[in-house]
């Protein structure tokens, strides 16, 4: 007799770049999801991002698979600009793109006005957490999915869906945030580019490296976010998990390199009732995302055929730092 099969959330995986579309294709993505290179999305950096023809061939590309594709502009237009992000909502609704991905009140406004027929998906950077702010945006907007922020432990998850209003998308992989998203200041301060607004967090043009009495000092605008000792390795400098010395001892005063992953956890990640898990990581290689979400493909199929999701330890090189973590998933805090 064949084993049981259980329903499955979708597998939300990263584009940065056509390269890593069709790597996210053809390792299993049920859907990928992409920005245009503008300030429109929240990984506005050099060498990322979809210009019109490569989306519309990544759109042809990923179709033909049966694989959906998501279009983030989830930035916020600064007042009366909001013209690019007009465009970027359009361009995504006449390339075929099967749900854009929104964080802003006048662009969810805009798009379900001009584009009634094009899926609305609340982004992360709302920041919407409970109830009364899923419902919002639902009865206003009718956005058909929000993407919860990293701040929800699996019961409070498996609370909201229990009401299901909407269907609702979770992190499983890549790297977090200490700030809640969408409320973003450090990178604000330091270089006066915003996340959430440029779309860029510790910009590459605010980055430098030296070398000074046997140290490698990495430096973000005018702070050094990290020393480090001649042949180790220093991370990208970015302010959140620099290292800071306070009261005379140097370490990472708000948090360390480390990323998601939940892979140990898919069975407890499904029984929540989300209807989709996301891997982060627009900002990496093709190398990464084939890896990462062949991975996830495995566990998630052998799962829905009732079967124990392999899991190992392939994944542990391709983390923030080497370092994982459950995240709030798990937290025993409140």
Request: with cysteine; charged share 20%; net charge neutral.
């Amino acid at each position: 007799m064949p084993a049981m099969r259980t329903a499955i959330p979708e597998l939300i995986c990263p584009a940065g770049t056509p390269a890593a579309l069709r790597a996210a294709v053809e390792a299993g993505a049920d859907a990928v999801y992409l920005g245009f290179r503008d300030a429109t999305n929240a990984r506005n950096f050099p060498g990322l991002n979809f210009d019109e023809g490569e989306f519309r061939e990544g759109v042809d590309f990923a179709h033909t698979r049966a694989c959906k594709v998501f279009v983030a502009i989830n930035t916020f237009p600064p007042a009366r600009r909001s013209g690019p992000w007009h465009e970027a909502v359009d361009r995504a609704a006449d390339g075929g793109a099967d749900a854009v991905i929104l964080a802003d009140v006048s662009l969810l406004d805009y798009a379900a006005t001009r584009h009634p027929n094009l899926r609305r998906h609340l982004s992360v950077q709302a920041s919407a957490s409970n109830m009364d702010a899923i419902r919002f945006y639902q009865e206003a907007f009718g956005v058909a999915r929000v993407v919860l922020p990293r701040v929800l432990t699996l019961a409070e998850i498996t609370a909201l869906n229990r009401q299901a209003i909407v269907e609702t998308e979770i992190f499983a992989f890549g790297g977090l945030c200490v700030m809640a998203e969408g409320r973003c200041a450090l990178s604000s301060y330091a270089t006066g580019q915003s996340p959430n607004t440029n779309g860029v967090c510790s910009p590459a043009s605010h980055v430098r490296y030296e070398q000074r009495n046997g140290k490698l000092i990495s430096r973000l605008g005018k702070f050094i976010i990290d020393k480090v000792g001649d042949g180790i390795s220093a991370g990208y400098p970015t302010l959140c998990k620099g290292r800071f010395v306070a009261d005379g001892c140097a370490g990472h005063l708000f948090e360390e390199p480390t990323s998601l992953d939940a892979i140990g956890m898919l069975p407890k990640l499904v029984a929540t009732g989300a209807r989709a898990l996301k891997i982060e990581g627009r900002q990496r290689g093709r190398t990464y995302v084939a890896r990462v979400v062949a991975t996830f493909r495995q566990a998630l199929d052998a799962l829905a055929n009732g079967e124990t999701p392999p899991h190992d330890n392939t994944l542990d090189t391709l983390t923030e730092g080497q370092r994982k973590t459950s995240g709030a998933y798990m937290k025993s805090w409140q």
